[in-house]
């Protein structure tokens, strides 16, 4: 049984819409053995966002499932980046090669 | 003296007096660890500065004090009376030390360095008493062989970034701040070489809110920004955060305390540290193997996982310096630094130095503002064009503002003078071995900076007196049923436009047959005269007055009251004394607010002005006939003496029609002036009259009008003394023809 769900999110990770968001999240955890977040659409991000990128992998984590962000905005990368999270989130950070220099 | 050598001068003396301060509450409460801390780190200032700035002999000789308040804080020595005593002198001798540097000296003077050699033994003697004998030579300097570093691997962080760790609060997100932005405003500062973001205290789903901050920052940072500009960074949240930051090249065990004291498990934070960059593995795990070793040994029961955990082993610092890892004085002194520094930064930020000079310059223009002010309301009411009357009314008042706020500069507390007697009380009542204890109130009272400098001196002698002559010794006051411990109060307040200080004891009181007999023995009075009581009491401030029959070196000179008399009265002020004999005296210093500017009431006789302080007056009345030989009118029921100004200046001319009295009082006394007419208030600045009329009784200065004429200030504290005096002369001659002996 390995259903896995995606969620792209649309709105900005700031502390506006993080409790919609995880809520969201959490829910889709619940649900499903893997969960894809897709950030690329996600054009801010503050701590509060941050911290519940955490949770949610956190969680995953925990229950045995997978929490696995597929895509990255440069927002969400750069904020990972420079709260040098990037290992602890585990995922792969695609850096576009226009940007790598 | 150059610039540096100044400031060190000046902030010696702070460290001096916090740390006599330190030093006499010491013998109150020997045990209390943050006071010796306290005293240690103000000596070890005054020693690194002296360094900094070259000066070698008080560097050498504070180097002394030091070893000692450091065995002192390590519990090699206790607290005694005579380490007290001792201490308190060094803390003298190096007040004399500074001197000597403020003098521009090369060496101290031969005295001064015999007395310093002199203290330096003794100091020897308190050390080489605890030190362990076969190892030094007695007379040598045991200090240099103290608490030597073995191993002194791993005792620096080898590092030259900060280390800063920063919890964010809860509310910090809800409060609109996004921590991320501080962190990256900081990052602007500096560069950012490692930070570890810490997740850890974020709550289980369900009570995760996600509104709240619960994240920490482990940041590992190079800078020149000086830690207050890292703070500063934090402003926004200081309330709401945890902040610590920890300088370059900081100890290891600095780092361990650190460790500790966050709330994270230490293993974690330990590789937290490494990760960003602030610690080494190897130098974390020295730190943590030692710390596992001791709580092992210390409690052989607990596991090794509790091993780890910081409430079991809250001493690590000190099993680190144990072992001679790191030397104590080192980690005390660079926590204790930087304490002091933020603390100072704090200070210094709400305070500024300004020159004394600068002050008095600027009241001085004050004054003169004040002046011109005052010319020019006049020659707009004389104009009589309302839009320019508005104007300068408006002119005026500011100019009134500033006046107070300029004035206000220059106001000080009374509590810093008044502390300065704990000293005294305390040595003078070893010396006579008396037990008395010094009570403060009223220190917050303000007034000038100038009258502050010179009361030191009077209130001195009238302490002296009441430790030395007042309180009885221990045995008489058994006797009487007092309790044993003597108390002397010194306490200010402010009083209508005056300040009043009191310094009042519970001793025996004046004994005014004793004061009789004296005075006729010195010729002061002569046999047979009716003296009031509150005139015998009075007559231990004429000069050469003294009672004492045994001359100490503490009071009973015979200079001392009159002396006092004069300094207060220099200061436009008085001295009072009450006393009840077997309870205790209470002399009164009635002293003016300032100096330099009054509010005045305006009056003239003939055709010249004169100025009352208005602070003075208490309403002005029309005088319908009186005889004019008559000096006291019935006002409301109440006998009020009163004086013609015409006749105590000799002022001719016709008497006018109507005259006025202005009622004024002073310490409780209350008497009529006489004038021609009122004129109304008026600002002024008291400008000192020459010395030729020093010796002028009944006026305290001169003052510049608007018009450009000179008024004469009256001094209502001699008129109202004048007005009482001629009031007691005429009952005394009404019953025996005595003369009032000259109070003057």
């Known amino acids: 049984m390995s259903n896995s769900q995606r969620i792209s999110l649309q709105e900005d990770l700031t502390i506006y819409h993080v409790l919609d968001q995880k809520q969201r999240l959490l829910d889709t955890l619940a649900q499903a053995d893997e969960v894809e977040l897709d950030l690329s659409q996600v054009a801010e991000m503050d701590t509060a966002g941050l911290q519940l990128l955490i949770l949610l992998k956190r ?43 | 003296m150059d610039e540096l050598t100044s400031v060190f001068v000046q902030e010696s003396r702070e460290q001096l007096a916090e740390m006599e301060a330190g030093l006499l509450r010491l013998e109150q409460d020997p045990h209390d660890a943050d006071n010796i801390n306290a005293i240690f780190r103000a000596a070890h200032t005054i020693k690194g500065a002296s360094g900094v700035i070259e000066c070698g002999f008080i560097e050498s000789f504070t180097h002394k004090v030091e070893n000692i308040l450091d065995k002192l804080r390590n519990g090699e020595i206790s607290v005694s009376g005579p380490l007290a005593t001792l201490l308190l002198e060094c803390c003298d001798h190096m007040g004399r030390l500074i001197d000597v540097l403020e003098a521009q000296q090369a060496q101290p003077p031969e005295d001064v360095s015999n007395q310093g050699e002199a203290l330096q033994v003794r100091l020897t003697d308190f050390l080489s008493a605890t030190e362990a004998p076969p190892a030094e030579e007695p007379g040598a300097m045991p200090i240099e062989h103290e608490s030597p570093v073995e191993i002194s691997g791993g005792g620096v962080v080898i590092t030259d970034g900060w280390h800063i760790s920063v919890r964010f609060g809860p509310n910090v997100l809800r409060g609109g701040m996004d921590p991320l932005s501080f962190l990256r405003y900081l990052a602007s500062l500096g560069e950012i070489l490692g930070m570890e973001t810490i997740p850890d205290s974020m709550p289980e789903a369900e009570e995760m809110d996600p509104e709240s901050c619960y994240l920490g920052f482990e940041i590992h940072f190079q800078t020149r920004a000086s830690k207050a500009d890292i703070e500063r960074v934090f402003d926004f949240v200081q309330d709401e955060c945890e902040l610590r930051i920890l300088p370059p090249n900081s100890k290891i065990s600095e780092y361990l305390k650190h460790i500790e004291e966050l709330p994270e498990d230490n293993m974690r934070l330990g590789e937290m540290l490494v990760r960003c960059g602030a610690l080494t593995q190897a130098e974390l795990d020295e730190a943590l193997r030692q710390q596992a070793a001791l709580t092992n040994n210390e409690d052989a029961g607990i596991t090794e996982g509790d091993a780890t955990e910081g409430h079991q082993a809250p001493q690590l610092g000190e099993i680190l310096v144990e072992q001679k890892v790191v030397q104590k004085t080192l980690v005390d002194a660079a926590v204790g630094k930087q304490a002091q520094v933020t603390e100072k930064k704090a200070k210094e930020s709400r305070m500024i130095r300004v020159q004394a000079d600068k002050l008095d310059q600027l009241i001085d223009l004050v004054g003169e503002l004040v002046i011109a002010g005052a010319s020019t309301n006049l020659l707009a009411n004389r104009s009589g064009q309302t839009e320019l009357v508005e104007a300068t009314s408006i002119l005026s008042r500011l100019v009134e503002d500033i006046r107070d706020s300029a004035l206000q500069l220059r106001m000080v507390q009374i509590g810093e003078t008044f502390n300065r007697f704990h ?108 003296l009031s009581d509150q005139e015998i ?208």
């Open chain 1, 59 to 101: 969680e995953a984590q925990k229950a045995g499932k997978k929490a696995v962000i597929i895509a990255h905005s440069q927002a969400v990368r750069s904020v990972i980046d420079f709260c040098n999270l990037a290992a602890y989130l585990g995922d792969p950070l695609v850096i576009p090669a226009q940007e790598s220099n």
């Open chain 2, 423 to 530: 000293r005294v009380v305390r040595d003078v009542s070893k010396e006579l071995e008396k037990n008395i204890e010094l009570q403060i109130s009223g220190g917050e009272t303000e007034l000038d900076k100038s009258v502050v400098e010179k009361i030191g001196d009077p209130l001195m002698h009238l302490v002296r007196n009441a430790l030395d002559h007042g309180i009885e010794p221990a045995a008489v006051r058994m006797a009487t049923g007092k309790p044993v411990q003597g108390h002397v109060a010194l306490n200010a307040y402010h009083d209508s436009g005056s300040i009043v200080i009191e310094v009042s004891d519970d001793g025996g009181g004046l004994k005014k047959e004793r004061i009789l007999a004296k005075a006729i023995e010195k010729g002061l009075i002569q046999q047979g005269y009716n």
């Open chain 2, 537 to 744: 009491v009075n007559l231990i401030f004429e000069p050469g007055f003294s009672t004492m029959e045994k001359v100490s070196n503490l009071s009973g000179r015979g200079v001392g009251m009159d002396v006092v008399r004069r300094n207060i009265q220099s200061l436009r002020g008085t001295v009072d004394v009450t006393t009840q004999e077997g309870i205790g005296s209470t002399f009164t210093i009635r002293l003016p607010l300032t100096l330099a500017i009054i509010d005045g009431f305006l009056v003239s006789v003939e055709q010249a002005s004169y100025v009352i302080p208005l602070d003075t007056v208490v309403e002005c009345i029309e005088l319908n006939d009186q005889p004019d030989n008559k000096h006291y009118l019935n006002l409301r029921g109440e006998v009020l003496p009163f004086l013609r100004l015409r006749e105590i200046f000799g002022i001719e001319g016709e008497i006018p029609f109507r005259e006025n009295v202005v009622v004024v009082q002073f310490a409780g006394q209350k008497a009529g002036i006489v004038v021609d007419q009122l004129m109304g208030e008026f600002q002024t600045v008291i400008k000192p009259l020459g010395n030729i009329f020093k010796h002028l009784r009944g006026i305290g200065g001169s003052t510049i009008l608007g018009s450009g004429e000179v008024a004469l200030i009256l001094d209502v504290q001699a008129l109202v003394q004048h007005c009482a005096n001629q009031e007691e002369n005429r009952k005394r001659n009404a019953g025996h023809a005595t003369r009032l002996l000259e109070s003057r």
